[in-house]
Nanobody, 114 residues
Framework: QVQLVESGGGLVQAGGSLRLSCAAS????????MGWYRQAPGKQRELVAT???????NYASSVKGRFTISRDNAKNTVYLQMNSLKPEDTAVYYC????????WGQGTQVTVSS
């Protein structure tokens, strides 16, 4: 089992920044990749960004150039730096770990006001 605890969500004005954190515990040695997904009201959960154990990252086109995913292996933590936030970024953001089964955090709300 892998446990994931997210933090860092909140309310921000358009154009602002937030940084999300996700701390992993448990069978962390089995984690192949980690990432962030989001789900807005009435919409399906969608990929935001992922990063492999080797450090390779991938981004949704809607956030490329604005969001940066990174990881601190010593702290077993993955981060999502979100800049130039837009109202359409409003969603619950979920941390994900593939180990190789999918594990999810509880989610953290990000609200961007216009």
């Amino acid at each position: 089992q892998v446990q994931l605890v997210e933090s860092g969500g909140g309310l921000v004005q358009a154009g602002g920044s937030l940084r999300l954190s996700c701390a992993a515990s448990g069978r962390i040695f089995s984690i192949n990749a980690m990432g962030w997904y989001r789900q807005a009201p009435g919409k399906q959960r969608e990929l935001v960004a992922t990063i492999t154990s080797g450090g390779s990252s991938n981004y949704a086109s809607s956030v490329k150039g604005r969001f940066t995913i990174s990881r601190d292996n010593a702290k077993n933590t993955v981060y999502l730096q979100m800049n130039s936030l837009k109202p359409e970024d409003t969603a619950v953001y979920y941390c994900n770990a593939k180990a190789p089964l999918n594990f999810w955090g509880q989610g953290t709300q990000v609200t961007v006001s216009s």
